[in-house]
């Protein structure tokens, strides 16, 4: 049995762990090696979800539950000219919810930028919706004064804000706002959840202009659409051995090693396409989990086996020699690089066979976001492979 109990206050994070009679305490300096170090010379796509969580927002906030598989795995295929593949970081925030604090306009920043894969998608499974003020200009500048937003200029830097208020409600003027993020070279996309005309009147349209971003009206209320294959039990039989091949190590390992089995189960009660889907993105080189699996750890510069301590040690390598460590470590790698392959291969024809059985009108959030992904990326000279 375990508890994980979460603790916001201000910037300090409280995360305790009981299993048993073994008692550990994660501290924030361990909680930021969760994301991980970027090299100044890496591009990096950077996208901050402003997620409207007001009463009437429970078809939207299904939508991005379901979706946000689907949206990484097509950033996974993004590469910037000749140079290596992109990074991945995604930012969360929620507005317009009463049960968030007044006195900052009603937004919550539920994440900031993360590569942490699992923790993007616990913390979009915990969104809740309730009554609401929608104030765009604010948490569109909210979000602009606390992220780290990328200087390169390759970097790819998009906000998608998602509502159906007018855009022009709250103490920010979203023109001020719109100009903030020209001057940060921030992409402002928007998402008006109903009608295409309404939304033009409310002033969504002109808040993606200003931004030089694309203005996207959908039916948030529509079911998303997965579509099965006949390649999906064997897609999910390889997610099973992929999960083996993961070492946990340290103060995080048994809790991560919780979380991704978690969020497998969160991914399946959208459907089993959905999970496939999940799987697909576990393969790819964004799911990277360096902070608790040693697979991973082992390729960071400054990871040194004389650091780890035997009680970092899952119980099958305790009391084991460097050597034998390291054997072990990389059996799990070789065998973890034939998974991902078997699996690309399989989602490949995957891939084939839905592109046979989707319309137009299938997935209006996805679609909306790729499309608008895609285009502006293509001034930075990106491509899709």
């Avoid at 009603?106 to 009554?131: A, P």
């Avoid at 997935?363 to 930075?380: D, F, S």
């Amino acid at each position: 049995m375990k508890t994980v109990y979460f603790l916001f206050l201000g910037l300090t994070l409280i995360i305790s762990q009981s299993y048993g009679s073994n008692y550990s305490t994660i501290t924030i300096e361990d909680y930021n090696k969760t994301t991980t170090h970027i090299e100044p010379d890496t591009n990096v796509i950077k996208v901050a979800l402003l997620l409207d969580t007001s009463n009437s927002m429970d078809g939207l906030i299904d939508q991005a539950k379901a979706q946000l598989w689907e949206l990484v795995n097509e950033l996974s295929y993004a590469k910037c000219g000749n140079e290596n593949k992109p990074l991945l970081q995604i930012a969360l925030y929620e507005y317009g919810n009463d049960s968030l604090n007044a006195k900052e306009g009603y937004i919550r920043q539920v994440n900031s930028f993360s590569n942490d894969l699992d923790e993007i998608s616990k913390h979009l499974f915990g969104l809740t919706t309730n009554g609401g003020n929608e104030y765009c200009g604010k948490v569109i500048q909210v979000s602009l004064d606390q992220l780290d937003w990328g200087e390169q200029k390759n970097d790819l830097n998009f906000i998608f804000i998602a509502g159906n208020e007018p855009f022009t409600q709250g103490p920010v003027r979203y023109q001020d706002a719109a100009s903030n993020a020209c001057e940060k070279d921030v992409t402002i996309n928007t998402i008006f959840c109903g009608d295409y005309n309404t939304g033009v009147q409310t002033q969504w349209k002109d808040g993606a202009d200003l931004a030089k971003g694309d203005y996207i009206a959908i039916n948030h209320d529509k079911r998303t659409v997965h579509i099965p294959s006949p390649y999906d039990q064997a897609i999910l039989e390889k997610n099973k051995a992929l999960n083996k091949t993961y070492v946990s190590y340290g103060a995080l390992g048994r809790s991560k090693i919780a979380l991704q089995l978690e969020q497998d189960d969160n991914a399946s009660a959208y459907g089993e396409a959905n999970a496939v889907k999940r799987t697909v993105s576990k393969s790819s080189h964004f799911y990277k989990n360096s902070s608790w699996d040693l697979v991973d750890a082992e390729e960071q510069e400054d990871f040194s086996y004389e650091k780890l301590k035997d009680t970092d040690l899952p119980d099958e390598l305790k009391g084991k020699s460097k050597e034998e460590i390291q054997n072990y470590i990389e059996g799990k790698r070789k065998e973890r690089e034939e998974i991902q392959n078997e699996i690309a291969q399989l989602n490949k024809k995957r891939l084939e066979y839905v592109a046979t059985k989707t319309t137009a009108k299938d997935n209006e959030l996805r679609n909306a976001m790729i499309e608008a992904i895609k285009t502006q990326a293509q001034k930075k000279n990106y491509t899709w492979e």
